[in-house]
């Protein structure tokens, strides 16, 4: 089973890269990154085109692209090639996560990854 991870705030990029940042509960510097670099892909072979998610565990440098992501009411479902993560977004606050949608509908408007709201 997966642990709950609690989620503090969640930022966004927008610029050349786009970026969807949950920060993680007890210290925000833990932070989960979803990254799309748009003006990049097409220098990549199709198979690594997508969102990036680098691991939470600094030691762990393989590549992990996002498969699947289901937002929930409290709760968000993250599913890459490698791992899974269960976070809980109750207690942050709504404008961000309006804003954190409207980039991940960004990022992912080629359909790389399979994107569900609640």
């Given at each position: 089973?997966?642990?709950?991870?609690?989620?503090?705030?969640?930022?966004?990029?927008e610029?050349p890269?786009?970026?969807?940042?949950?920060?993680?509960?007890?210290?925000?510097?833990?932070?989960?990154?979803?990254l799309?670099?748009p003006?990049?892909e097409?220098?990549?072979?199709?198979e690594?085109?997508?969102?990036?998610?680098?691991?939470?565990?600094?030691?762990?440098?393989?590549?992990?692209?996002?498969?699947?992501?289901?937002?929930?009411?409290s709760?968000?479902?993250?599913?890459?090639?490698?791992?899974?993560?269960?976070?809980?977004?109750?207690?942050?606050?709504?404008?961000?996560?309006?804003?954190?949608?409207?980039?991940?509908?960004?990022?992912?408007?080629d359909?790389t990854?399979?994107?569900?709201?609640?």
């Open positions: 089973m997966t642990n709950v991870l609690r989620v503090q705030f969640v930022s966004v990029e610029g890269d786009l970026s969807v940042n949950f920060a993680l509960w007890p210290r925000a510097h833990d932070t989960l990154v979803l799309r670099s003006h990049l097409y220098t990549l072979v199709e690594d085109r997508g969102i990036r998610v680098p691991p939470l565990d600094s030691g762990d440098q393989a590549q992990d692209l996002l498969q699947a992501l289901s937002w929930g009411e709760f968000v479902v993250i599913r890459t090639e490698r791992h899974q993560y269960q976070l809980d977004v109750s207690s942050v606050d709504p404008g961000d996560i309006a804003t954190a949608k409207q980039v991940l509908r960004r990022m992912s408007v359909g990854a399979h994107i569900e709201w609640a």
